[in-house]
């Protein structure tokens, strides 16, 4: 995803652009990857310890921490 810069010729509008550019790279790689895992997710459904997965119950927790420290860095939280 590029971000739509007020650049005259081939210079960057903004020195951090480059960088911030690759933050939104980042984040969109990202989602991808948990649409993926959470298709993939759907064979957790003939599992018999789904009710009671470890890997899943920390993992969930682990994303929940991820996002609120996102949040928390980004001035939201």
């Not at 960088?19 to 990202?30: H, K, M, S, W």
Request: charged letters at 25%; hydrophobic letters at 45%; glycine letters at 6%.
């Amino acid at each position: 995803m590029r971000v739509e810069a007020a650049a005259v010729g081939d210079a960057l509008a903004c020195p951090l652009q480059e960088q911030a550019e690759g933050v939104l790279d980042v984040a969109i790689a990202l989602v991808k990857a948990l649409r993926r895992l959470r298709r993939l997710r759907l064979r957790c459904e003939t599992c018999s310890q789904v009710e009671s997965c470890p890997f899943w119950g920390q993992f969930n927790r682990q994303v929940d921490i991820a996002i609120q420290e996102i949040n928390q860095e980004w001035g939201m939280g």
